[in-house]
């Protein structure tokens, strides 16, 4: 029997077996059937296993791909999942099964939980974060922000994505700026915060980073590309890689196509390589419900053909005040992303501090 | 006075001017006014122009963005026009216009309308091409496929999508199979037919192309980054990008977010360097109309700051039978993809001839 692949689809449409061959046809051979040669009809033709009507949702929809049809890529295995059918109303991805050969050969979390744990120096508690903001700051200003944030203990201080190679702050002038005060603080108060800058994907900035001694870096799938976080691992060679959802919303904004959060922000960015993924979660600006971010995290660090755990990073619009009650609905194993509000009050450190004394 | 990108979106929500304020702050500071400093407020703040409401339809909102905040990269381009507000619904990006300093740093088509008909010796008719498909094919088969169609007179042979690097023909024995028999045709028949197989953005596999004949390369933005467009372009030093739409289809499929057809698949991806657009046409499989298919075209040739023209390329369930209708509509600065319809009747070679006669 040779290996599958199982996507789950919701299928919103008057006749959904039919609707579920077409997906079947035309995620692999988009060719009719009886065009193909008997040997790629035998071999590579995807097939509808099962199609459950239900009162009042969309049908659900499951379709066996032959495993090889991805050729050990993740690239490939996207395309197969929704390439052209995302361009289609009507179709969302909901869940998806690999066989463990093919998780094997794909990038995965290099460091996952332990290995972020390891770097930050905290073996169990919650993992806090923010981020550095405004663009439009000197880098000497975002450099004296980044010192305050870092000694008030929290242990990633990623760049905003907005932050980028700007005149304000040139990559090459902000990046070794921002990378020194942290280290500083990390001297003066025995901390171990990792700085990770936002990199676009650029390998040349990847490696400038690394020599100014970021422990890592934030990229956006999205923009640079899924195989962007491997290579990112690759560069860093031991440095974290936090994926940042900007300009994914395309697939889950809308209730009757695309992917739906969990796979995205969980599964697949895990199987891309991960260490860190970043969501908009509920209570803040985006409009993700609980049950939907809670699967997010589940599917980010849930034992899985022996990839390593992804650490789940909600964020967007999260405060020091709901801090108590996520790391109760989220557990430790995650990344508690607060952003502008440690920086009311015009004390980054001690809002830092009370992040930290708030989550122990 | 600083130059300035602007964006037009379609905001659909109760207080439409409220939502189009949060999204420029969203866009640029991320960050609640009150908490940034003067300078960054001063330089670095985006801004509402004008707020349109329309009745029955989503208001249209144009918001002001300093051109410096996208850093002269069209990763961040991206990141401020829809980062992180794409994770919102009821946001849709319509419409954008550059200053032309940012235009000339945009990487845009290299050979353009004018460099692939060159290279395919079709100086003014339309221009045709078709997918090697079904995967699970042999490489063998797959070549001999690939001979009849280049015999049949046509200017572009790509890869389908879902090839890739397979067991059924590995990339490194179907690639230059292919690129051999696509050349023995051309040999054959005086013909100047290009082969363009699927890369996946691997610098590798884009290498092992050109070293085997290829003439291009297919590229998938929504997968391999949008940068992955300008990256084969540079690896190719001549030869044509085609971008291909797979999983691109998150942004377009939904009407209240994400991003306008015209500007995604016309706009966007010649900024990134598309050679040659595909998008799926009115009639096919796939669900965007006649104006919104011609928009596209007129995005991806219409004079815009010196940048070369890119070439629009409709698929998606074309026939032979269709041509002459799709060529008076588009005209002939035009890709026509012709897929399935060219291998009924088992005779791809005369099924060719006949699409070349049709569009004469």
């Known amino acids: 029997m040779p290996e599958i692949i199982t996507a789950v689809y919701e299928i919103t449409a008057d006749d959904p077996a039919g609707r579920a061959a077409a997906v079947a046809v035309e995620q692999s051979h988009e060719l009719p059937t009886e065009l193909a040669p008997g040997n790629a009809v035998r071999d590579s033709l995807a097939h509808v296993r099962t199609v459950e009507r239900r009162a009042g949702r969309p049908a659900l929809v499951t379709v066996d791909y032959p495993a090889d049809l991805a050729g050990g890529e993740l690239g490939q295995l996207l395309v197969l999942l929704l390439g052209n059918v995302s361009l ?47 663009v439009g700051m000197t880098a000497e200003q975002l450099a004296a922000l980044a010192y305050e944030l870092a000694a008030g203990g929290l242990h990633l201080l990623k760049d905003d994505q907005g932050l980028a190679n700007q005149p304000w702050a040139p990559f090459a002038e902000r990046v070794p700026r921002v990378a020194e005060a942290v280290r500083r603080a990390n001297q003066d108060t025995g901390g171990h915060c990792a700085y990770l800058p936002s990199v676009n994907g650029s390998a040349e900035q990847i490696r400038l980073a690394r020599r100014e001694g970021a422990q890592g870096v934030l990229v956006m799938p999205g923009i640079a590309g899924f195989g962007a976080l491997a290579g990112a691992a690759d560069l860093l060679d031991g440095g974290i890689v936090l994926a940042h959802p900007a300009f994914l919303g395309g ?14 922000f969980g599964t697949l960015l895990r ?19 609980r049950p939907e971010c809670l699967a997010i995290a589940e599917a980010a660090r849930r034992p899985w053909h022996g990839l390593a755990p992804a650490l789940p990073a909600p964020g967007g619009g999260m405060s020091i ?29 001690r809002a830092a501090e009370r992040l930290v004394a708030a989550t122990r």
Not at 271 to 285: E, I, Q
Not at 326 to 347: E, K
């Open 271 to 289: 199987l891309a390589g991960a260490d860190v993924t970043v969501f908009p979660s509920w209570g803040g600006r985006f409009s993700l419900g």
């Open 321 to 349: 005040e709901r801090a108590p009650e996520l790391l109760a609905a989220y557990g430790p194993d995650t990344v508690f992303l607060v952003g502008a509000d440690l920086q009311r009050g015009g004390d980054p450190r």
């Open 251 to 264: 697939f889950t904004a809308a209730a009757s196509h695309g992917i739906a959060p969990p796979v995205l």
């Open 88 to 134: 289609q109303d009507g179709v969302r991805l909901v869940d998806v099964e690999l066989p463990g050969s093919l998780v094997a050969a794909l990038p995965g979390p290099r460091l996952g939980v332990a290995g972020v744990r390891a770097l930050v120096a905290e073996p169990g508690g919650a993992l806090l974060a923010t981020a550095l903001k405004p």
